[in-house]
C-alpha cells in the first residue's frame, strides 16, 4: 500500500518548457488535489478533483491545467513553464466521510 | 472563497510549555478544520481535526478548540518536547466544495530543550 506516489521528485526546467507532474493513489479515493508550497505562502491549492471526471480551480490555477486520467490518477501540466512556477508541488487524495489529506512526497520543481 | 490567516508565523518555546497557534477563516458556511504537521523536509500530516458540530476535541497532549461565532480555531500543545519542533498549519473548508482545504500560511514551532 504505496499511499499517494508522485513523479518526478525533482525537475529543473528552462522558461518556456512544458511538463506533466504524475499523481497516483492505491487508496480508492474520490477526492485528489494539487498544491504548490512557497517559503511563507503555506499551501496553496492549484486545481482539485472532487471526483472522477470533474474538475475545479483552486486559489492559483493560473498557469497550470489538470487531468483526472481514472480514479487513480490525477495529472498536473505546466504548458510553459515561468520562473514564478518554481515550488514544491504536493498532489493529495481524501475521501469521505474522514476527509483527511493524505499528501504524497512532494515534487521540486525549479524554473530557470 | 474561503480565507485562512494564521498567527504567529513563528513561535519559540523552552520544553515543558504550552503552545497555541490561532487561525481564523471568513466563509461562515466552513464546518471541517483541520491541523496539518509538516517536519523540515517531509510531507504534512494530519494531527489533530475538529468539526463544526464540537467546541473542543483533545488528543494527548494535543487540543483543538473552536469558536464558531467568531470564526476562529486554536490549537494548543501542551508539555512539549523538541520532537514538536516543525510547522504546523490550520485550514477549513465546507462540504460543498469537495472538501478542498485552504490552508493558513503557516507557523514555525522551535521547541527548545
Known sequence: NAGVTQTPKFQVLKTGQSMTLQCAQDMNHNSMYWYRQDPGMGLRLIYYSASEGTTDKGEVPNGYNVSRLNKRE???????AAPSQTSVYFCASSEKPSNVLTFGAGSRLTVL | GENVEQHPS???????????????????????FPWYKQELGKRPQLIIDIRSNVGEKKDQRIAVTLNKTAKHFSLHITETQPEDSAVYFCAASRQNSGYALNFGKGTSLLVTP
Open chain 1, 74 to 80: 490525477f495529472s498536473l501540466r505546466l504548458e510553459s
Open chain 2, 10 to 32: 513563528t513561535l519559540s518555546v523552552q520544553e515543558g510549555d504550552s503552545a497555541v497557534i490561532k487561525c481564523t477563516y471568513s466563509d461562515s458556511a466552513s464546518n471541517y
